[in-house]
């Protein structure tokens, strides 16, 4: 089991940045893949980025040069740097680890999940 707890949402103005976190315990750490998605309200959860258990980062297009993904491995957590946000970005933002390395933005890959973290964007 991997227990998973986001941190970090809350209200911001268009233009600003946020810094989510993700801490984990229970199994270990680097041996998971760890994504974030994201569930606007009336829409379905989408993927919005990965980095995979050697590193390997990729994000939605929607995302792409203005959010970054990171983890340590030695403090058990994963952070999503989101800069120049929009009203757009404004969803619950989900923490998921995965014990697959393929298939990475398809949330059917996640073995666990986090309880989320509100993001709310002004415009």
């Known amino acids: 089991q991997v227990q998973l707890v986001e941190s970090g949402g809350g209200l911001v103005q268009a233009g600003g940045s946020l810094r989510l976190s993700c801490a984990a315990s229970?199994?270990?750490?680097?041996?998971?893949?760890m994504g974030w998605f994201r569930q606007a309200p009336g829409k379905e959860r989408e993927f919005v980025t990965f980095?995979?258990?050697?590193?390997?980062?990729y994000y939605a297009d929607s995302v792409k040069g203005r959010f970054t993904i990171s983890r340590d491995n030695n403090k058990n957590t994963v952070t999503l740097q989101m800069n120049t946000l929009k009203f757009e970005d404004t969803a619950i933002y989900y923490c998921?680890?995965?014990?697959?390395?393929?298939?990475?933005?398809?949330?059917?890959?996640?073995?666990?999940w986090g309880q989320g973290t509100q993001v709310t964007v002004s415009s």
């Open positions: 980095i995979s258990q050697t590193g390997l980062k």
């Open positions: 229970g199994r270990t750490f680097s041996e998971y893949a």
């Open positions: 998921a680890a995965a014990s697959s390395n393929v298939r990475l933005s398809y949330m059917a890959v996640y073995d666990y």
